[in-house]
């Protein structure tokens, strides 16, 4: 399955309707250089906001171009500076791996100084009261992220959480994003959005032959045999709050982007050359 390009169509159907009024903020945490969320959802007429600590030159034409709110900065658990660790891949420096966290299977020892904003604040700085969709790509960085949801009153809970999960492998070698740390981290991710009220949730995953996978958090155990393929590479989980959409439309625009585990090592080396 070809993550990016489905999640992004996949939006396209999913926050008109859960949020006609476009009453909520879109916040693209972790933007990196080229899946750019924040531009479709600010198309689709939502303020956005990109959180990005190195935004590349495309980012900021985009953010300029459709009155997207850029904060140079990294989501964390508090507020000031911290240690960020340069991504690669593939033995090349590739930005789309930088990580917060030391040990991430795509951290280079290259490491640079960022600022860091925790979630109360990044919503204070940018007066967010609403949110109808929070996107986490942040390397391994996403329990730190997702845990701090629940300090959120429940009004200002995003209607939609999007979070990236696995990469470096595949599952069942248990390495990269699937090492017990990460998945427990995953886990964990879903325990706090489960305590959140959030239910209906999907599976977008890069595995070869890959459909769409549901589950409900409201009444699942979070069993990862259950959620996710033995050959799992790397996706996302999109998880709802007070709302369900239809598994047949998701499955129906899903197909349209199945596709094979080699197009990913394509894509990450094409993102490498045009950095």
């Given at each position: 399955m070809h993550v990016e390009d489905c999640c992004l169509a996949l939006l396209d159907y999913i926050l008109p309707e859960i949020d006609p009024d476009q009453n909520g903020y879109c916040l693209d945490v972790g933007v990196g250089t080229f899946a750019f969320y924040c531009e479709r959802t600010a198309k689709l007429g939502f303020p956005t906001i990109a959180v990005e600590p190195l935004p590349v030159a495309k980012l900021r034409r985009l953010c300029d171009r459709h009155s997207i709110q850029l904060i140079e900065a990294c989501l964390s658990?508090?507020?000031?500076?911290?240690?960020?660790?340069?991504?690669?891949?593939?033995?090349?420096?590739?930005?789309?791996?930088?990580?917060?966290?030391?040990?991430?299977?795509?951290?280079?020892?290259?490491?640079?100084?960022v600022k860091t904003f925790d979630l109360a604040e990044l919503l204070r700085i940018t007066n967010v009261e609403k949110i109808t969709c929070l996107k986490?790509?942040?390397?391994?960085?996403?329990?730190?992220?997702?845990?701090?949801?629940?300090?959120?009153?429940?009004?200002?809970?995003?209607?939609?959480?999007?979070?990236?999960?696995?990469?470096?492998?595949?599952?069942?070698?248990?390495?990269?994003?699937?090492?017990?740390?990460?998945?427990?981290?995953?886990?964990?991710?879903?325990?706090?959005?489960?305590?959140?009220?959030?239910?209906?949730?999907?599976?977008?995953?890069?595995?070869?032959?890959?459909?769409?996978?549901?589950?409900?958090?409201?009444?699942?155990?979070?069993?990862?045999?259950?959620?996710?393929?033995?050959?799992?590479i790397y996706g996302n989980i999109i998880s709802f709050r007070d709302s369900d959409y239809p598994p047949a439309t998701i499955t129906q625009i899903s197909q349209h982007y199945e596709g094979g585990v080699a197009d990913w090592f394509v894509k990450q080396v094409i993102n490498w050359l045009v950095q």
């Open positions: 658990d508090h507020n000031g500076t911290q240690t960020f660790y340069m991504g690669k891949f593939a033995r090349f420096s590739n930005s789309n791996f930088n990580s917060l966290k030391p040990n991430w299977f795509g951290s280079s020892s290259q490491t640079k100084q986490l790509d942040v390397e391994g960085w996403e329990p730190v992220a997702i845990k701090q949801l629940i300090d959120l009153p429940p009004s200002q809970l995003p209607l939609l959480t999007m979070f990236e999960y696995g990469g470096g492998g595949l599952r069942h070698r248990g390495n990269g994003g699937w090492s017990s740390q990460f998945l427990d981290g995953t886990l964990t991710c879903l325990q706090t959005l489960k305590q959140c009220g959030y239910g209906f949730s999907v599976v977008i995953d890069y595995a070869h032959e890959a459909e769409a996978k549901f589950f409900d958090l409201r009444s699942h155990s979070l069993d990862p045999d259950e959620i996710f393929l033995p050959n799992a």
